[in-house]
């Protein structure tokens, strides 16, 4: 687990490249079972730059604004760039502006990989690793709010040690901690903090002397207090730094053999940080650190039989975190962790038979998580020039870049694909808004990946909600608990009409009671909503209830292969039973 000076270029950026991608056209929309009512609309892939380019990043502002970086050549590959454009509901607001460029320098250990973290004033930090034809050192720039360089590039670790694996995260002040690995004579973690104005604080090591460290993770809660994440020769480490920078003790949070840790922090100072068991183990685990920088018990999240890869976490608006993952069979699962902590059931998002990974993954403030993934393929991507790798393809049914939705609750909905056929495409990346739409940003061939000479393109594509399905659940004192011993006993049959769900529904209780909550109506072979409302109703009062149809609702009663659908019924204040649907025509009668 120990770090490695090569950097992200000759090892987890060699491992990006081994993925290919066919797309299945625009929008391809799997329905499965036991799966929530996610709806989007994703908008076509769209092509962002016109020259060779590799590795993107995005992120949103406070405006649903997109600011999408990547890594560029020039048209005659004497130069490396650093390239950026702006979007806004997946379109351009502008030209492609060159940020950064330099010599391309022939170095395997070079990954100039810029990395993102934007402040509540929508100004985004960029840092990426330069080349001086000696070392390799750190640079960051600053966007306006605008989306213009505010000033000039700045160094921002020494010179004469290579730095790599960086990280950065910002606070509510606008200061961004960036994290990085230095080498010579060995490996150990550093940080430095960089204020609005442009000025930085003194660099500090955080991890202990003499022992090999990699950098991997850092994230900053609501105080501006940062918490750190490495590998070391002792497993998992972190700190945490206070808010005005100072590092407190490090800790071990694991056994050895673990490493590859991510942290998301939530709005209480609590900090959640997930890793990779290997050493024949292989699986996820993750621990939370509370407010004070203690750690709790550690947890398994990854089932007993699935050997896993490494892990990406994130969290929500409600403190709940969402830890996705690759497992040995590529197959991309993600789990959901409540504002508790605790863990809910293991969800394999991926198509079991189709051979999925490098998953990605951001969250909404509304509680929607939307992870990506994409199809690696056997081989390396650095052939001798104008050499084609041997035996080299890739397969047109399956290798397609994929999302999927979960919810507020929990489900996962149903998976896109969003490269265009034909295409192959790697290294995802996405960002959502404050209104959940996600902006995905990936890297595609023209022609094939597997010879030297192949040309890549950055695109993109963005999620718009086909509805509103991603409410955030009720407060306690809403959460639908009836008044009394009263309950809502259902009729045994429904109907559709105009679009919704019709159900009768009768109040059993003492007077003076009612019955107040909520109504679903699930298939009882999974978990898939088909309707879902609202009740209020004084004991002994009879209604027809009218239920919202959810997007795969509809696909299941108004267009079914048999006329009559069994539901089952749930909810609190609600007497679980088996409804019958009897199916019709859409807006027509029951």
């Not at 960086?166 to 973690?189: F, Q």
């Not at 990605?360 to 998580?369: D, Y």
């Not at 597997?450 to 809403?478: L, N, Y």
């Amino acid at each position: 687990m120990k770090g490695s000076k090569a950097g992200e270029w000759s090892a987890r950026a060699r491992a990006q490249w081994l993925l290919g991608l066919l797309a299945l056209g625009a929008v391809a929309t799997a329905i499965q079972p036991g799966r929530s009512e996610a709806a989007f609309d994703f908008t076509p892939p769209r092509t962002l730059n016109d020259m060779r380019a590799f590795f993107p990043h995005v992120v949103v502002d406070s405006q649903d604004r997109a600011t999408v970086v990547w890594v560029a050549t020039s048209a005659d590959a004497d130069l490396i760039l650093i390239q950026a454009v702006r979007l806004v509901s997946g379109v351009p607001t502008g030209p492609v502006q060159t940020l950064w460029s330099a010599p391309n320098v022939i170095n395997p250990e070079w990954c100039p990989c810029p990395r993102l973290a934007i402040d509540s004033q929508d100004r985004v930090t960029v840092v990426w690793q330069d080349f001086d034809g000696t070392s390799l050192f750190l640079q960051a720039l600053q966007l306006g709010a605008d989306g213009l360089p505010l000033g000039p590039a700045q160094t921002l670790s020494k010179p004469g040690e290579d730095a790599f694996d960086h990280r950065l995260a910002v606070d509510s002040k606008g200061i961004v901690t960036v994290g990085w690995t230095a080498s010579e004579p060995i490996n150990r973690v550093l940080s430095v903090r960089v204020h609005p104005s442009g000025t930085s604080d003194p660099e500090q090591t955080l991890s202990e002397p003499g022992v090999d460290s990699s950098m991997r993770d850092l994230a900053i809660d609501r105080e501006g207090r940062a918490t750190v994440v490495w590998d070391s020769d002792f497993g998992v480490q972190s700190v945490r730094l206070d808010a005005n920078g100072a590092a407190g003790p490090v800790q071990t949070l694991s056994g050895d053999e673990a490493g590859a840790p991510r942290v998301a922090v939530d709005s209480q100072g609590r900090a959640t940080v997930a890793w990779w068991r290997g050493s024949g183990i292989y699986d996820v685990q993750a621990v939370r650190l509370g407010a004070d920088g203690a750690p709790g018990s550690i947890r398994t999240l990854s089932p007993d039989s699935q050997e896993t890869l490494e892990p990406i976490v994130a969290i929500d608006g409600h403190d709940r975190v969402t830890v996705a993952w690759e497992d040995f069979a590529h197959r991309v699962s993600a789990v959901r962790l409540g504002a508790d902590g605790l863990p809910g059931p293991v969800h394999v998002l991926s198509d079991p038979d189709r051979v999925a990974g490098q998953p990605q993954l951001a969250t909404a403030s509304g509680g929607m998580s939307v992870v990506v993934w994409a199809h690696p393929v056997a081989g390396s991507i650095f052939p001798s020039p104008g050499e084609c790798i041997e035996g080299a393809s890739f397969e047109p049914e399956s290798d397609v870049i994929q999302a999927a939705v979960i919810g507020a609750h929990g489900l996962p909905g149903p998976v896109y694909s969003l490269s265009r056929l034909g295409e192959q495409s790697t290294s995802p990346a996405v960002a959502v808004d404050s209104r959940g739409r996600p902006t995905v940003v990936w890297t595609s061939f023209d022609g094939t990946y597997f010879c030297a000479d192949v040309e890549t393109r950055i695109q993109s594509s963005w999620g718009a909600k086909a509805f509103d399905s991603w409410s955030p659940p009720p407060p306690p004192d809403e959460a639908g608990v009836p008044s009394g011993p009263a309950a809502l006993k259902l009729g045994k049959r429904a109907f559709v009409r105009r679009g919704r769900l019709v159900i009768r529904g009768f109040c059993a209780g003492a007077p003076g009671t009612a019955c107040k909550g909520r109504v679903r109506l699930k298939a009882p072979a999974g978990a898939v909503v088909v309707a879902r409302g609202r009740f209020h109703l004084a004991a002994g009062k009879r209604r027809l209830l009218r239920l919202r149809l959810s997007g795969l609702g509809e696909k299941l009663v108004v267009r079914p292969r048999r006329r009559a659908i069994r539901l089952k019924a749930e909810g609190s204040g609600v007497e679980s039973r088996i409804v019958s649907v009897t199916a019709a025509r859409r807006g027509g009668k029951g």
